[in-house]
């Protein structure tokens, strides 16, 4: 279960930050935000492969002491960074794979509403159900 | 210093003492009688012994530094030394007094000679190896560590062969050093020598690193880390265990690194922390144990350093600055756990005595405490001495600058991130910085840092990081009493990308309201209070200073709390009506501000006066859109410019109290419709164009089109005034339109006079032809003439300025007024002209001959949809043509409709030629001109030239004389002349077949010989017996020597047919 999933905008800006309750907050901010550097990076060696041959998973963007920090990109460039607790080993890489896949098709659920804006911040109750159903449960 | 304990001690990280092309020898240049550390009496059971700690303080030193592996006796001594003897017996001394010194040692000892003499090579000098033999035998040495060096010219090359055998000698030292230590092992038992197993493991593994024999050293150092993790683990050994698990990690990943097995080493670290992370020991000391983790983070970070500076590559999710990173997280979590756990009043004075101090004043063994060393014992035997001891270790750390430590390591993995394209962790690094130079009180330089990264936040808009930076950075404006940068970030923090609560934002506003009137702000939240009161100090003092109070705040490149929007009504205004436009306001803030002056400025500051507003109790609300409306007159110069807002500048404040001015710059935005207004509907329109007057007059343009290629083409430009006063300045430009393709301009020519042909020296346009003043309602009319050279379409311009007074706003201006026509007209060739060669009996020729006359046919076929008249024409011969008779035009004053033909034709004769390929015929010139009412169009000569001709010459020519009529039975005389062309005498056969129409006398077969150039005349006398269009008798002609000279061809010449009448 994740502790902080991000939705990040094409410009590197966030979309929707949501992070577990019991941390501070401004440094789920920093890890997500510095977590952009490693996408950045993976996107600017993957733009030679072909477009439709894309990978939208990015795998783990880099370990910290404490976490675990997975990245995936759409095709039209909104970056979803997810934040994992290093000690969940559980959580395997196929889980991971199958989060991100949710919370796609959530976000695409998103852009059909013709009263959403395109790059506005994300407020949606559909939307922050399936994220909390993916966030660690705190008691 | 605490933290010294903590370090690595010097022996453990030292490095191979010499560069690679060197054997790694250590040398000490030692007196013959230095005393060794003497050797302990060798153990023979360890049945009682127990051992005090792991790893004594001083062995490695010991042997590093101390005990050699070997020791060399440098002797002056020469082989043909005449004192041998002596000599001999002072060295075995001297050798003698080491061996005593390394008494129960393994050092090996070795004699240099040192010698005058080059040596001789081996095995011929005989006195040289007796002598060797007796000297190594006095000495008791074997032959092998018996050396000389001769100091001769290649001084260099013996040394280093003398470096390589030492090396061997001191190899085999740590090899019986290695056995020896191994040897203990079988004593050992596990219960009682734990201790003894790791300090051993190490030894050999020490020992295998001084023999070089690194990939040893690594197995032997990584038993050795398995070996202390297996040790019995309690509170009071947990420094002592981390220490060597510390120092044992630190050589095994160095020798990974060295081994090029960057995995290894990392898997290795990975590892040690992992086993060693939660091993905190004694609670009231758990900030050694967050400083020991720094410690071997940072270690890692600076060997993985080292390894990439020797050639190994990093990646960005893998370098350096990650270790650096973590130690500073460590060094951070030190500083919290001390400020808690070393939160000790001041009347807490150090324990005397220091509980510190040893009596050696080091250690005896690496990681113990100095209070207890040597126990082995997890009961505390004095409970007392254990709180003084870490009560005087809690003291210490008090003193210890730890915001120093944590930006040292900050700016080490800044440093890193840098380089391996991390720009983001490098600026979350540096906020983390610029917030513990806060910390550390130093504010200058938070706020240097914070300032430098905020842009990298705001630009990628992380509103939440922004606003905790400004926070902060607020925070250290407070308190140096930095008006500018305080009234700067609080316009920012209360604007629409803070993230603040509401609250916050009421106080900060409101503490933004007292600095613009010239008061102290409030203190920020949590500020240290020694430093709030220093501040408050400072604000005081910047209260009673008077002047520079007006401060200039460019907040184009942040997001201050007023929202602008600026938009002109229209993208352009006639120079003749008001530009007007409208400034838009929004506040962000909680409350409502007041602000004094409006202005704005532009591009031409010319303009700058006419938009300024001055209120006293200019209000925004939160919230509401404010509108203001301005309007000016623009300049005449103006005309045609652009005019942009450059900046609209809001005044804060009054000039009495300290006033604000917050400057928006305008790039590219945004414009919008009326009052209660959506802001994000508004959109910026920040500049507009003056453009001309519109003009009051018509232009009229009258021609005939098309035009015909090189005529004087007429067009009539008519302008009529229709404004209400005089049209001044009245000037026309006529011609082609620039911009066409460059060849047009060279192939047209305008002018003013169309009663001369004008030549390719005129111009294509003929600009500001003055034509005067223009009464209201006065006609003008202006004939242009064009001479087209090409064919094809163009467009031509015709371009009337004027300048005229009129009033805007009670203004008078003076402006030009314009107002161009564009027509474009096609040009086609006036008539298309063809030329024929045929013969004399009008049949089509495709060559000529030598001598014989042609005839040349020119037909004109008006092409022109309008009347031509052909003034005349003329034929101009080239020199090889002659005209058969007089060469007159036959179409002087021929008037052409279009589709209809003038043809004429001329009788041309050509002498032989030898050139094959043609002949010129000359040229084909006609003058025309349009059959238009206007007398004065001038005469056009078109010139054609004629085409080329193939002149083919013949032997023989024949010609008939006859009448152009016959009648019926009436005699009708034929000559035939029959002319030699030839240089030959020729043999012609003659016969003449008779016709049913005809009866003839004369000679009807004949054979006869021209001589050359003459000619034979042949008479008959022809009788028609029938009326009508009848073939005459024929006249065959055979020439011997010209068999291709055919009868076909003689038909050309002669007439085959005559019209017979009927008789009268």
């Known amino acids: 279960m994740a502790v902080c999933i991000a939705v990040i905008a094409k410009e590197n800006y966030p979309l929707y930050i949501r992070s577990v309750p019991t941390e501070n907050e401004l440094k789920f901010h920093y890890t997500v935000h510095t977590s952009l550097d490693v996408v950045d990076e993976k996107i600017s060696a993957m733009g030679k492969a072909l477009v439709d041959q894309r990978e939208l998973y990015l795998g783990l963007l880099y370990p910290t002491e404490d976490y675990k920090v997975y990245g995936y990109v759409t095709n039209s460039k909104v970056k979803f960074v997810m934040v994992v607790d290093s000690s969940n080993t559980a959580l395997r890489d196929n889980e991971i794979r199958s989060m991100f896949r949710k919370l796609h098709n959530s976000y695409t659920d998103i852009m059909c509403n013709p009263f959403y804006n395109p790059g506005d911040r994300i407020q949606s109750r559909a939307f922050d159900t399936m994220v909390n159903s993916m966030m660690m449960q705190v008691c | ?1064």
Not at chain 2, 433 to 444: F, I, R, S
Not at chain 2, 451 to 462: I, Q, T
Not at chain 2, 498 to 514: A, V
Not at chain 2, 919 to 930: F, L, P
Request: glycine share 4%; net charge neutral; aromatic share 10%.
């Open chain 2, 1 to 1064: 210093d605490p933290s010294d304990s903590l370090d690595f001690p010097v022996e453990l990280c030292c490095r191979p003492w010499r560069s690679a092309d060197r054997v790694p020898i250590s040398f000490k240049v030692l007196p013959g009688d230095h005393e060794y550390p003497k050797c302990r009496t060798k153990r023979t059971s360890y049945e009682w012994y127990i051992p005090k700690g792991i790893l004594k303080t001083g062995w490695m030193n010991k042997h590093l530094n101390l005990v050699p592996a070997l020791v060399v006796v440098f002797y002056e001594l020469d082989w043909d030394e005449p004192q041998w003897k002596e000599k001999q017996l002072e060295c075995a001394t001297r050798v003698e007094i080491v061996r005593q010194s390394l008494q129960g040692r393994n050092t090996k000892v070795a004699v240099v000679l040192i010698q005058k003499k080059t040596p001789l090579p081996p095995g011929e000098d005989v006195i040289a190896s007796e002598r060797a033999a007796a000297l190594c035998n006095a000495c008791d040495l074997s032959g092998k560590s018996l050396f000389v060096l001769p100091h001769t010219d290649h001084l260099v090359g013996y040394i280093i062969r003398l470096e390589n055998a030492f090396y061997e000698h001191a190899q085999t030292y740590y090899y019986t050093e290695i056995r020896r230590v191994k040897s203990h092992k079988e004593f050992l038992n596990k219960t009682t020598h734990q201790l003894l197993f790791v300090r051993h493991q190490f030894k050999i593994a020490f020992f295998s690193e001084l023999k070089q024999d690194t990939q040893n050293a690594l197995k032997n150092y990584r038993t050795a880390y398995n070996l202390v993790h297996e040790l019995r683990a309690h509170e009071t050994n947990m420094l002592e265990i981390k220490t060597m698990a510390g120092f044992i990690n630190y050589k095994i990943c160095r020798l990974c690194f060295q081994h090029n097995t960057p995995l290894d080493a990392i898997a290795q670290f990975r590892k040690h922390i992992d086993l060693c992370k939660k091993k905190i020991g004694s609670a009231e000391l758990a900030f050694e144990h967050a400083a020991w983790m720094s410690k071997q983070f940072q270690a890692f970070g600076d060997l993985f350093d080292e390894a990439i500076k020797l050639g190994l590559t990093a990646i960005q999710t893998q370098n350096p600055g990650f270790y650096y990173q973590q130690a500073a997280y460590y060094a951070q979590e030190r500083k919290q756990l001390a400020s808690v756990l070393c939160n000790h009043d001041s009347s807490v004075t150090y324990p005397n005595p220091d509980p510190l101090e040893t009596q050696t004043g080091v250690l005896d063994f690496y990681g113990q405490r100095p209070w207890r060393q040597g126990i082995l014992s997890f009961d505390l035997s004095d409970p007392e001495k254990e709180k003084m001891g870490i009560l005087s270790l809690q003291l210490k750390e008090k003193n210890v600058l730890h915001s120093e430590l944590i930006i040292t390591l900050l700016s080490n993995a800044v440093a890193q991130f840098k380089k391996y394209k991390c720009p983001r962790m490098k600026s979350h690094l540096m906020v983390q910085m610029g917030e513990e130079y806060y910390y550390a009180k130093d504010y200058a330089k938070a706020l240097k840092l914070l300032d430098y990264v905020m842009c990298e936040y705001r630009s990628e808009g992380w509103w939440t990081l922004l606003t905790s930076i400004l926070t902060t950075a607020l925070k250290c404006s407070y308190l140096m009493a930095q008006l500018k940068n305080y009234i700067t970030y609080s316009l920012e923090l209360l604007g629409r990308a803070s993230t603040l609560k509401e609250d916050q934002k009421s106080r900060i506003e409101k503490n933004l309201i007292k600095v613009l009137m010239n008061e102290s702000p409030d203190p920020e939240p949590d500020c240290d209070s020694a430093a709030v009161k220093a501040s408050q100090k400072l604000w005081a003092d910047r209260v009673s200073l008077a002047g520079s109070n007006i401060f200039t705040i460019e907040v184009q490149d942040f997001i201050p709390f007023v929202q602008c929007k600026a938009k002109f009504l229209a993208p352009s205004f006639h120079v003749d009506v008001p530009v007007q436009f409208d400034v838009y306001l929004r506040a962000d803030c909680p409350h409502p501000i007041r602000f004094s002056k409006l202005c704005i400025s532009f591009s031409n500051q010319d303009y700058n006066q006419y938009c300024v507003v001055e209120e006293e109790t200019m209000c925004l609300v939160p919230g509401k859109t404010r509108k203001f409306s301005f309007k000016f007159v623009a300049k005449t110069e103006d005309v045609g410019k652009k005019i942009e807002i450059t900046s609209v500048d809001l005044i804060l404040g009054s000039e009495s109290g300290r006033s604000l001015q917050a400057a928006r710059s305008f790039k590219r935005r945004p414009k919008l419709p009326d009052n209660e207004v959506h802001w994000d509907t508004l959109t910026i329109q920040a500049s507009t164009m003056i453009i001309s007057r519109v003009p009051n007059i018509s232009v009229q343009l009258r021609h005939e089109p098309p035009a015909l290629t090189n005529e004087m083409y007429c067009l009539i430009v008519t302008v009529q005034s229709h404004e209400e006063t005089v049209a001044k300045d009245v000037k026309l430009t006529a011609g082609l339109k620039p911009g066409q393709d460059a060849n047009l301009t060279q192939k047209t020519q305008v002018t003013l006079h169309g009663t001369d042909a004008c030549d390719d020296s005129f111009p294509a346009l003929l600009p500001d032809i003055p034509v005067g003043d223009l009464q209201p309602g006065e006609k003008l009319e202006k004939p242009i003439y064009i001479r087209c050279g090409t064919v094809g379409a163009r467009m031509f311009l015709f371009y009337i300025s004027y300048l005229i007074n009129t009033v805007v706003e009670g203004k008078e201006i003076l402006c030009r007024c314009h107002r161009d026509e564009t027509v474009t007209i096609d040009t086609v060739f006036p008539f298309d002209v063809t030329v024929k060669f045929v013969s004399t009996k009008l049949e089509h020729l495709d060559r000529v001959f030598a001598d014989i006359p042609f005839l040349l046919m020119t037909d004109i076929l008006s092409a022109s949809p309008w009347p031509l008249t052909i003034v005349t024409s003329q034929l101009q011969l080239s020199a090889s043509m002659t005209p058969v008779d007089q060469l007159e035009s036959y179409v002087e004053n021929v008037v052409l409709q279009t589709g209809e033909s003038a043809s004429e034709c001329f009788c041309l004769r050509c002498p032989p030629v030898t050139n094959a390929s043609g002949v010129a015929t000359g040229c084909y010139i006609i003058s025309w001109k349009r059959s238009s009412p206007v007398e004065s169009v001038p005469v056009v000569n078109t010139v054609i030239t004629l085409p080329h001709v193939i002149v083919e010459s013949i032997p023989l020519h024949v010609s008939a004389d006859l009448p152009s009529f016959g009648r019926v039975r009436e005699s009708l005389p034929v000559r035939y002349h029959l002319q030699n062309k030839t240089n030959l005498v020729q043999d012609v056969e003659v016969s003449v077949e008779p016709s049913d129409a005809f009866m003839f006398s004369g000679l009807k077969q004949i054979r006869l010989r021209i001589l050359p150039g003459t000619q034979q005349e042949m008479l008959y006398n022809f009788y028609p017996l029938m009326a009508g269009y009848q073939q005459l008798p024929s006249l065959h002609v055979n020439l011997m020597r010209f068999p291709n000279f055919t009868n076909q061809l003689l038909r050309r010449f002669i007439p085959t047919h005559i019209f017979v009448k009927v008789r009268l």
